[in-house]
């Protein structure tokens, strides 16, 4: 009897800590410093520099993945349905590619996937100043004034998703 009582509460932290993967974002006591680099866009051009200050105005989704990582590949064909529903409510997607390698390859990969908004190179400066990657794939949501307010590690039901976003969206 007690081992079923240990291994029943067990499970009942586990589900726990699964209901609870929505983070909020590290807390910054400002307005984070402009985010730059390159990034790859489905054409293969490259745009000279990523910023945070480019999306002022609009609510960003940083949507951190790897093409290695096939959790995140899962997720591309919603990403890229939500991608192309939020561009009417001022909702900007950025596919921030952690992988590492070489660029051309990485921009193949990514071009194969058809993806309907930009992909910046994220290397681990820029994982850093996002307040760093612990999971992939990984969502940070930033503000309309540019102040990262949430991080969302592995998958996620697209309804959270939509839910904080729109939470965002509503926000002056």
């Known amino acids: 009897m007690l081992a079923v009582s240990l291994l029943m509460t067990g499970c009942e932290v586990k589900m726990q800590k699964e209901i609870e993967k929505v983070e909020p974002a590290p807390q910054t006591s400002s307005v984070p410093t402009p985010v730059q680099a390159k990034a790859i866009f489905l054409d ?9 200050a ?4 609009k609510v960003l989704v940083l949507d951190f993945w790897a093409t ?15 991608s192309r529903e939020w561009q ?3 909702v900007a997607v950025v596919g921030m590619a952690v992988d ?6 990485i921009a193949g990969a990514v071009k194969s996937l058809n993806l309907s908004y930009p992909v910046v190179l994220a290397d681990e400066t820029v994982q850093k100043s996002f307040g760093g990657v612990r999971a992939l794939p990984t969502r940070i949501l930033v503000d309309k004034t540019g102040r990262i307010r949430k991080q ?14 729109r939470a965002l969206v509503a926000e002056n």
């Open 152 to 165: 969302i590690p592995g998958v996620v039901a697209d309804s959270i998703l939509r839910d904080e976003v």
């Open 54 to 57: 480019s999306y002022h105005g």
């Open 68 to 82: 290695w990582d096939a959790p995140s590949r899962a997720q591309m064909s919603a990403f890229n349905e939500l």
């Open 100 to 105: 590492r390698g070489d660029r051309d390859q």
């Open 44 to 52: 293969g051009s490259e745009q000279p520099e990523f910023s945070l």
């Open 88 to 90: 009417a409510q001022n």
